[in-house]
């Protein structure tokens, strides 16, 4: 198994004069800490058969090879959380979630972020997650501001101890101001609280969207991210490949909106960690999370060794 070394867990910390939170999460053995000054954790996403022709079709073989290389590449890429994902035509998520739950815990000793929208085989992932690490802390991927989900999911989150990621979307799709998202990142987060479930640990995504249909997508974004971070002070996670959507050399992009986003708050993006962790490293750096830019000269190292 690949082992993940995570820190000590310490819950609360005093940040510009007010207690701000931190998510907690925890496989079998390690933990991971999200939080505003800790060092940005980096979701995988490459466990999601969108777009992946190969993974989509052993998938729906029921052959589970091709997902642990995938989430073996991840860790050894740096990857700190993985995402798991199954959904695809031909699927049946119920079975297979929990499926590839067992055998990337099996795999791997990092916490997984669930992405299912189903609430039968979230409960059965989150069943098997608790099996394997008794002790252990997942993150659910995720709810947003319909009622309908809010209802199916919430409930599942509470019972299982875990963490839950909202969208900043609701019955009519994502809103096209901050002030709208920021309504709906409240509103789960009320909604959540009420359920017993800790503010520390709903992590809102402001959603990134295609800069190429609005060209002022990642301005209202960034704004939202912002303003988030200043009303609810929870952690905030971001797809770190959506603002590029539809544009040549998208990575360039990808890393100049990441880092911006990080300076705003985002402090736990998903992505192709082979792809957005040096930059993730670098934008840490400047803002003061890498002392003596420790972990960014470790992972150049480790990169240019080839490993």
């Not at 998510?23 to 980096?42: D, F, Q, Y």
């Not at 590449?73 to 049946?92: C, F, K, M, P, S």
């Not at 085989?121 to 989900?149: C, D, F, H, I």
């Amino acid at each position: 198994m690949i082992p993940y070394h995570g820190g000590e867990c310490i819950a609360y910390h005093e940040d510009i004069g007010r207690v701000s939170m931190e998510t907690v999460l925890r496989s079998a053995e390690a933990t991971v800490i999200i939080g505003p000054k800790r060092p940005t954790v980096v979701i995988g996403e490459r466990i999601n058969p969108t777009g992946k022709k190969r993974l989509a079709e052993a998938l729906v073989s029921g052959d589970l090879s091709v997902l642990k290389k995938e989430a073996i590449a991840q860790v050894e890429a740096g990857a700190d959380v993985l995402d798991i994902n199954v959904g695809t035509e031909g699927v049946n998520e119920v079975a297979l979630l929990p499926q590839a739950v067992r055998a990337v815990m099996e795999t791997v000793d990092v916490p997984l972020a669930i992405d299912t929208s189903d609430s039968e085989a979230l409960a059965e992932a989150l069943t098997v997650y608790r099996e394997l690490a008794p002790e252990g802390k997942p993150l659910v991927n995720s709810v947003n501001g319909e009622e309908a989900r809010l209802a199916a999911l919430l409930p599942l989150v509470k019972e299982h101890g875990a963490a839950v990621i909202g969208l900043c979307m609701g019955d009519e799709g994502v809103p096209p101001t901050s002030e709208q998202r920021v309504e709906i990142a409240r509103k789960i987060v009320e909604r959540a609280e009420a359920l017993g479930i800790p503010r520390m640990d709903v992590v809102i995504d402001c959603l990134a969207m295609a800069v190429a249909a609005d060209d002022r997508a990642g301005q209202v974004t960034l704004e939202t991210i912002h303003m988030v971070r200043e009303e609810l002070g929870v952690n905030m996670t971001m797809g770190a490949s959506n603002t590029s959507f539809g544009l040549p050399e998208r990575q360039t992009i990808d890393r100049a909106f990441l880092a911006m986003a990080i300076l705003a708050g985002v402090n736990c993006p998903i992505g192709d960690v082979t792809k957005v962790r040096p930059a993730v490293l670098a934008a840490d750096l400047l803002v003061g999370r890498d002392a003596y830019a420790t972990r960014y000269i470790e992972d150049y190292r480790r990169r240019a060794q080839g490993r």
